[in-house]
């Protein structure tokens, strides 16, 4: 291991992957330089502020599996990390479908026809089912039947991702949605299973004041043990010598640069970046870098002038006439995000591609087609609307395309090459991971660094259960417990003599 005192780490990327690296260096008295894009800290995990309104980019709920993630949060936000109700439901053909689903509300709002229908289907492709699952759509049809996948999957999940359900991989089904099936959820609109299916999580942890508050106190607590944060510095640059990288360069007021030295580097930035910036390039790894696609999305957040407007902390919409695909009630999620409590603020979600004419759509008439689609969906009038902004979040969410595997194979090969390097979080990693997912690939890679560990940050969140799909009957919970004890016990070890 090299001499602290001569080692000096460069993150890129003050996300929750890079803030938590920075933050697990600090403990060991090394002082990281972070290096941030934007003018905020907290990547998709940030939380914007407008004349005193506090917008979070995309709703993020908190909640983990993992010990070691669960005490940061708590440690650090304290009496601050609030426990909330969810509430969600799902809109589509003017109609409102409680999420999860419920008996009584979704025979209402189907029919018994509807639901005869649904419930054919459903054995119709248990006897018949495709026999290769390399799509979503053949992965969800065999698991919930054809009818079921048209009505509550196909469109919403166009409508995010922009490609047809035939071209995105059964991979990212098998990730998000792997344990919830037709079964389960039928059960659960009838009676309370035995099992806690945690699709159906009712409650969450939710700081006050968004996730930002969260990353701006790791932020604080990173620079008071003596690294450093700077924002509104993108690398443009990335230089190598051999198999290892020297320095990378940073724009500074879109002109001046300053080159950065360091001993190993860790970085957040969408991996496709990370190779276009290097020097000298690689002609395979470029190859396979301009192959990767992602999804990006904007935000239209509008304060309404009424008090209270619908109970839920979010809306799925799945109704094919209007362009947003989420609507998040961010009164719902704490009420200090919303500085005058006779007012509501939500945040209207368009996924879209940069560069394309949602994207390129004026402030103005985003917030006029966000006034009228709520209008349309029946949730507020017009009228009542009295302020409005934007916020563009580019490269959002990684696709899993059908070619991406085989690109991403071509770039991880050329990647373990570089010896002082580390690549983590979503973008880092070409994967949808979660916050907490992200958190993890960080404090791992801490762990290769400073202790030689060889963790393979590529499989975090392959093999583990997903957070929110995974059913435990009440009898293995204790046991499963113990087991993430077991786990977490190195890191919450390493984190109490740090600290």
């Known amino acids: 291991m090299k001499d602290k005192k001569k080692r000096q780490v460069v993150i890129i990327g003050a996300g929750p992957a890079g803030l938590t690296a920075a933050y697990e260096l600090t403990k060991h008295d090394l002082q990281p330089i972070v290096l941030e894009q934007n003018d905020k800290v907290g990547g998709l995990a940030r939380t914007e502020n407008h004349n005193g309104y506090y917008f979070d980019m995309g709703g993020h709920r908190f909640f983990t599996k993992s010990q070691v993630v ?92 922009g490609i047809p359900c035939t071209e995105l991989k059964a991979e990212w089904a098998a990730q998000r949605i792997k344990d919830l099936s037709f079964k389960t959820a039928l059960l659960s609109m009838f009676i309370k299973p035995k099992t806690t299916i945690k699709t159906l999580i009712e409650e969450f942890h939710y700081p006050r004041l ?27 640059r990335i230089h190598c010598t051999g198999n290892s990288i020297d320095y990378v360069v940073v724009s500074r007021n879109d002109s001046d640069e300053e080159i950065i030295h360091g001993t190993d580097f860790i970085s957040s930035m969408p991996i496709s970046e990370f ?61 200090d995000m919303v500085p005058d409590q006779t007012k509501t603020s939500l945040g209207l979600e368009y996924f879209c591609n940069e560069g394309d004419d949602l994207w390129n759509m004026a402030d103005a008439d985003l917030i006029e087609l966000g ?92 093999e583990r259960e997903y957070h929110e799909e995974v059913q435990v009957t009440e009898e293995k919970k204790f046991k499963r417990v113990q087991l993430a004890g077991l786990f977490s016990k190195k890191w919450t070890l390493r984190s109490r003599i740090s600290s």
């Not at 595997?405 to 991971?433: C, D, E, M, P, S």
Request: proline residues 4%; aromatic residues 14%; hydrophobic residues 40%.
């Open 70 to 161: 669960n005490h940061m949060w708590h440690d650090i936000l304290g009496d601050e990390f609030l426990r909330r109700p969810r509430i969600s439901r799902i809109y589509y053909r003017n109609k409102f479908f409680s999420y999860p689903l419920k008996y009584t509300n979704a025979l209402a709002s189907l029919g018994i026809w509807q639901a005869i229908l649904i419930s054919l289907s459903f054995i119709k492709w248990q006897i018949f089912p495709y026999k290769e699952e390399e799509t979503f759509e053949q992965w969800v049809t065999n698991r919930f039947g054809k009818r079921l996948f048209e009505i509550f999957f196909k469109t919403y999940t166009e409508k995010v991702w």
């Open 210 to 236: 968004g996730p930002g508050m969260l990353w701006n106190k790791v932020k604080n607590e990173i620079e008071c043990r003596g690294g450093v944060v700077y924002l509104n510095s993108p690398v443009t």
């Open 275 to 335: 190779i276009k910036r290097l020097e000298p390039a690689s002609p395979d790894a470029l190859e396979a870098a301009n192959k990767l696609s992602y999804r990006d999305f904007l935000t239209v957040c509008l304060v309404v002038n009424q008090p209270e407007l619908f109970p839920d902390n979010w809306i799925y919409v799945h109704e094919p006439e209007v362009k947003v695909g989420r609507i998040q009630n961010f009164k719902n999620w704490s009420l």
């Open 371 to 462: 006034k009228r689609e709520l209008e349309r969906i029946g949730l507020v009038n017009s009228d009542d609307v009295i302020d409005g902004c934007v916020y563009r979040v580019p490269k959002a969410y990684p696709i899993y395309d059908s070619e991406y595997h085989a690109y991403l194979k071509r770039i991880r090969r050329f990647v373990a090459g570089i010896q002082n390097f580390q690549t983590i979080g979503r973008n880092g990693l070409h994967r949808y991971n979660n916050q907490d997912h992200s958190m993890i690939t960080g404090m791992l890679a801490v762990d290769n660094l400073l202790n030689g560990e060889k963790n393979d940050l590529w499989d975090v969140n392959t």
